[in-house]
């Protein structure tokens, strides 16, 4: 069964940064599309961004975009978002998953609060 | 493209048969998903391409529709399906979810 384990998530300053990592294990995270989907406390899914298998297709969300970059390390078999100039809006637990005709496999999630 | 579901909440008794339905702001042909999110945990993708059932997910569920127009449903509830559902269509980027049904027990 695949596993998916995401860290990094915790508090934040407003205007400060995070990179949140997700780890997996029992398939080659090289071979897959990847994305990050986030939650707000009480609200919806929100797709967040993707990166293709090979590394050199990746999309945002408007509302992250020039923000979030999305990343991956074959070596380590981890997929990464590094997130800036956080608000209190990017307060939500981030999921990690394979991409394939859409999320399939998720992660448990890691939550980052952004507050003073 | 924008994904409209509807209704938000929905109160059903074990047994019923229930609909949920996403609408898209554009055409997407078949690229659509249906999942499921209990409290606390990650979403479990019941349908793909609208209408084919995620390995493992009870026939129970369904999924129809093309284009603008698609349906979840669910043919007799059971206990365990209650829980908040969403569509996400994924024909293009940024990939969009619709706002939710939270199903409840009557």
């Known amino acids: 069964e695949v596993q998916l384990v995401e860290s990094g998530g915790g508090l934040a300053q407003p205007g400060g940064s995070l990179r949140l990592s997700c780890a997996a294990s029992?398939?080659?995270?090289?071979?897959?599309?990847m994305s990050w989907v986030r939650q707000a406390p009480g609200k919806g899914l929100e797709w967040v961004s993707v990166?293709?298998?090979?590394?050199?297709?990746?999309n945002y969300a408007d509302s992250v975009k020039g923000r979030f970059t999305i990343s991956r390390d074959s070596s380590k078999n981890t997929l990464y978002l590094q997130m800036n100039s956080l608000g209190a809006d990017d307060t939500a637990v981030y999921y990690c998953?394979?991409?394939?005709?859409?999320?399939?496999?998720w992660g448990q999630g890691t939550l980052v609060s952004v507050s003073s | 493209i924008q994904m409209t579901q509807s209704p938000s909440s929905l109160s059903a008794s074990v047994g019923d048969r229930v609909t949920i339905t996403c609408r898209a702001s554009?055409?997407?042909?078949?690229?659509l998903g249906w999942y499921q999110q209990k409290p606390g945990k990650a979403p479990k993708r019941l349908i793909y391409a609208a209408s084919s059932l995620q390995s493992g997910v009870p026939s129970r569920f369904s999924g129809s529709g093309s284009g603008t127009e698609f349906t979840l449903t669910i043919s007799s509830l059971q206990p365990e399906d209650f829980a908040t559902y969403y569509c996400l269509q994924h024909n293009s980027y940024p990939q969009t979810f619709g706002q939710g049904t939270k199903l409840e027990i009557k």
């Open positions: 990166i293709s298998g090979s590394g050199d297709y990746t």
């Open positions: 554009q055409g997407i042909r078949n690229d």
């Open positions: 998953a394979i991409q394939n005709s859409g999320p399939v496999d």
């Open positions: 029992r398939l080659t995270l090289s071979s897959y599309a």
